[in-house]
Every structure is written in structure tokens, then in C-alpha cells.
């Protein structure tokens, strides 16, 4: 049973840091490329960040030079580190995979910037 399970979210003022976990199973996690979502309220679901299974990564325009997104195999989780941040970075933010031609989503993870 694949699960992906996010945490780390919460709520955070313009110009702070979270750094979101995502925590997987049921795959040969060192295998796979992994990725990060968000969904704004009345916004479709946007790319965020990309990190494939040898480690390279690419980002969205609007999060390049403030996020990074990191993997760390021993442990099976992707991360997602979130430095000045801003109120419109306010979202659902999920993290994905494709395993057996199947993709997985974890249940997402709140981010609230305030002003």
C-alpha cells in the first residue's frame, strides 16, 4: 500500500521559514521522482517544486531562490524547505508520486502566510 503522509505545515508571518516533511511507503523510494503541489483557495493546483530520483531538481518561477526541495533516501521523505515567504504562498501543499503507472498524493498539508 503506497501512503505519502506531509507534515510541517502551519502558520507562518511574510518573510518566515517552514520546511514541509513528506514521509513515503510502498514504493522503492530511492527510485522514484517526487513532487510538490499547492492549491491555493479558488486557484487550480500548481507545480511547486521537482526533485527526481538522482537528485535533480527544478521549480516553479514564482518560488525560485526561496524554496528548496531535498530528498533523503535513508529515511524515505522528500522535503520542502520554505524561506521568505510571503502571504501568497498560502495553500494546500501536497506532495505526489507516480509508482505502477498509478499517482499518489498525500492528504496535504496546511501553509498560512500572514501579512
Known amino acids: 500500500q503506497v501512503q505519502l503522509v506531509e507534515s510541517g505545515g502551519g502558520l507562518v508571518q511574510a518573510g518566515g521559514s517552514l520546511r514541509l516533511s513528506c514521509a513515503v511507503s510502498?514504493?522503492?523510494?530511492?527510485?522514484?521522482?517526487m513532487g510538490w503541489y499547492r492549491q491555493a483557495p479558488g486557484k487550480q493546483r500548481e507545480l511547486v517544486a521537482v526533485?527526481?530520483?538522482?537528485?535533480?531538481?527544478n521549480y516553479a518561477d514564482s518560488v525560485k531562490g526561496r524554496f528548496t526541495v531535498s530528498r533523503d533516501n535513508t529515511k524515505n521523505t522528500v522535503y520542502l524547505q520554505m524561506s521568505s515567504l510571503k502571504p501568497e504562498d498560502t495553500a494546500v501543499y501536497s506532495c505526489?508520486?507516480?509508482?505502477?503507472?498509478?499517482?499518489?498524493w498525500g492528504q496535504g498539508t496546511q501553509v498560512t502566510v500572514s501579512a
Open positions: 510502498g514504493i522503492i523510494f530511492r527510485l522514484n521522482n
Open positions: 526533485i527526481t530520483s538522482g537528485g535533480s531538481t
Open positions: 505526489t508520486t507516480v509508482w505502477g503507472a498509478r499517482t499518489y
